[in-house]
């Protein structure tokens, strides 16, 4: 008897220290979702005071009428258009940042490399006040495009460091093998070198939406009377959170696990057309 349940004990161990890495991914990964599944969970509460802290009962009131709240919506547009903006503005720049820094020799190119991860390692009050006082002295009228001018240079320091990582990856003997085959050097960028290059520069235009869009400091340093979906929910979260808040977080967050599954699913599809 005695030996069987040393038997299954050492069993079960053995299986515990084969799956420890899987198990303790799951852990940390359901940890992360966690609030994610807290927002989705109260976006279907009908509070009766004034936060949305506290369960009551279930409703979808919120779910019908996303932009019951007065400005929610106009804010929320206001964010994604900075976010598509700043994103393709420091998705175009940081690509061609990473090439230079990457395929090209020239003077001050270790502080150019050391530069660019500046604003990554800086604090974003620091930066953020930073930014204001060059609008303020270049007297611009702070709204919008300050707003938008400052994502793109907060943003540019991902974009450089997701792309420049696959730059560096690439085979060179692959743009060789495309120009001893007659193509230009403008066929062989938009063939063999851009499609190589195609998921840094898309992890890093990911990177930039997702930051640009989330980002409260910066904005509100450079916001002027401009209103961003960050900066009402805090707004709001002083005076009552509405329900409409988790509503449109849940739908983003919904929105971003859809895309992911779809990026994976054609990922998935090309490898095996390959093999």
Not at 118 to 127: G, H, Y
Request: charged share 10%.
């Amino acid at each position: 008897m005695n030996t069987r349940r040393s038997r299954t004990f050492g069993t079960s161990v053995n299986w515990l220290k084969r799956h420890l890495v899987v198990i303790a991914g799951l852990l940390t990964l359901g940890y992360l979702l966690l609030p994610n599944v807290v927002v989705t969970v109260f976006s279907f509460n009908k509070p009766t005071g004034r936060f949305n802290y506290e369960w009551q009962q279930f409703s979808m009131d919120a779910w019908k009428d996303p932009c019951g709240v007065a400005g929610m919506c106009g804010s929320l547009a206001v964010s994604l258009q900075i976010a598509v903006w700043a994103t393709l503005g420091a998705t175009v720049l940081g690509t061609m940042i990473a090439f230079a820094l990457v395929r090209y020799r020239f003077r001050a190119r270790g502080a150019v490399n050391s530069l660019i991860f500046l604003p990554m390692a800086m604090p974003e009050v620091v930066m953020a006040a930073s930014l204001l006082t060059l609008f303020l002295n270049m007297g611009a009228r702070l709204g919008f495009w300050t707003i938008l001018i400052a994502h793109v240079m907060f943003c540019l320091s991902f974009v450089v460091t997701a792309v420049k990582a696959r730059v560096m990856s690439m085979d060179p003997r692959l743009e060789q093998a495309a120009q001893d085959l007659y193509a230009g050097p403008a066929q062989t960028f938009l063939r063999v070198t851009l499609p190589i290059a195609a998921p840094g520069i898309a992890a890093g235009a990911l990177l930039a939406f997702a930051l640009s869009f989330d980002d409260f400091i910066i904005t509100n340093f450079n916001a002027g009377s401009t209103v961003t979906f960050p900066m009402f929910v805090w707004g709001s979260a002083q005076r009552g959170t509405p329900v409409q808040i988790n509503v449109i977080g849940t739908t983003m967050f919904i929105v971003a696990v859809l895309f992911v599954l779809a990026s994976m699913a054609v990922g998935n599809r090309r490898k095996r057309q390959k093999a």
